[in-house]
């Protein structure tokens, strides 16, 4: 079909959106992108997620440092709704993961220079004793997910000072 | 802006963590609020200065009954800057907001709690905040959620009748549960809490934080005496 004329094509703003979760955590795009239309639908309702659009243009996520980031498409005028609404994604597959819009840009480009790639990926494993333990713990970007028993948690360099301090 | 925070052992994240995050989502600080038996060791000043953000140390009590929550305030109120009392039950509620040794009236409305008119003129006559916490609208779902939501919004109708004083916060147990002020503010306006509403609500608790480190200051003798320029050396 011919495209609309430009004064009659809905006109969007694109979020830039940064994920969290522990190390291991596996999210593709496609759950991303469901939680997003759920967050939605839950808030929003049908109809105002249906104007809000909420479509997944970008998705990248490094399952080894726990951290990724997102390009949400929104229409113009919806970005406060669609804000509130990926707020309230706090699991994707069961994984717990945060969520922060980092920036909102009318120009998919503009959003992928001022608010993509910023945040290092880069992250190494490390012996770090926690709780009077030794443990194995994923260290990036001074932020330290520490390998418990059965789940993470979630410390700094500056927790592990004075353990330096006394050795 | 202010959040309130559970750090590990509470949490799930330790102090640092939290503080790293939250200052990365631009608040201006993080009140710790860990139950008596899970306390954090932290250095406040030192995660302060690292991360550019103001820690503010507090405590919720979290107890069975009046007597246990009556002897838990009396002991944490000196050491600690913010004082919360868990709320939830018709008993708790009425106990925290009639004592003005009570900074906050934590999750007033959580499992069938209820506030009314007659804790709102207490809560404003004791300078008790009523708390609006918004973990439950953030991390559940279904028939839940909107009862909730119904009672954060009978909860604002009477906090806005009373102009009684009042909180905001999320209540996350890690670093993944923060979520940034902004988001905050436009969640609140979805539930029809208005964002400058919320704003206030999380600026609230750095208004209690200076307040009591004032009040708990040597400089600070008593209600309406100050040390003047006088008691100066020569």
């Known amino acids: ?167 | 802006m202010y959040e309130a925070v559970h750090a590990h052992p509470d949490g799930q994240s330790t102090v640092a963590r939290l503080a790293k995050t939250a200052a990365e989502f631009s608040f201006e600080g993080v009140v710790v609020r860990n139950r008596a038996d899970e306390r954090a060791e932290f250095d406040a000043e030192r995660i302060g200065d690292e991360y550019g953000i103001d820690v503010v140390e507090g405590i919720e009590i979290d107890a069975d009954d009046v007597e246990q929550a009556s002897g838990a305030v009396g002991n944490y109120r000196t050491d600690e800057t913010i004082v919360a009392v868990a709320g939830g039950t018709p008993a708790m509620n009425r106990f925290a907001v009639e004592n003005e040794k009570v900074d906050v009236l934590a999750r007033p409305m959580a499992e069938g709690g209820d506030v009314n008119h007659v804790l709102a003129k207490a809560a404003v006559e004791n300078g008790v905040r009523f708390e609006f916490d918004l973990s439950g609208v953030l991390r559940t779902h279904g028939g839940r959620r909107v009862r909730i939501i119904q009672s954060l919004r009978k909860l604002a109708d009477i906090v806005g009748h009373y102009d009684a004083p009042y909180v905001v916060s999320a209540t996350p147990r890690s670093h993944l549960e923060l979520r940034a002020p902004r988001e905050l503010a436009a969640l609140g306006e979805q539930l029809g809490l208005s964002s400058s509403f919320v704003e206030a609500g999380l600026e609230e608790w750095g208004r209690i934080a200076e307040r009591n480190r004032r009040i708990q200051s040597e400089s600070f003798i008593e209600p309406g005496v100050e040390r003047g320029r006088y008691e100066e050396e020569h």
């Open chain 1, 1 to 167: 079909m011919k495209h609309l004329p430009k004064h009659l094509r809905p006109r969007w703003r694109y979020l830039a959106v940064e994920i969290e979760s522990w190390p291991d955590a596996s999210i593709d795009r496609r759950a991303f992108q469901r939680e997003c239309w759920y967050a939605g639908q839950n808030l929003l309702g049908d109809p105002g997620s249906a104007r809000a659009e909420l479509s997944v243009l970008q998705f990248e996520f490094s399952a080894d440092a726990g951290v990724g980031e997102a390009l949400v498409k929104v229409r113009h005028g919806w970005t406060d709704e669609a804000r509130a609404a990926l707020a309230c994604i706090d699991e994707i597959d069961g994984q717990p993961v945060g969520v922060r819009v980092s920036g909102i840009s009318g120009t998919i480009r503009a959003a992928e220079e001022k608010y993509l790639g910023r945040r290092g990926q880069d992250s190494e494993e490390r012996n770090v004793v926690f709780g009077n333990e030794e443990r194995v713990a994923v260290v990036r970007d001074e932020s330290v997910d520490v390998r418990l028993d059965a789940a993470f948690a979630g410390t700094t360099d500056l927790d592990y000072d004075y353990d330096y301090d006394l050795a």
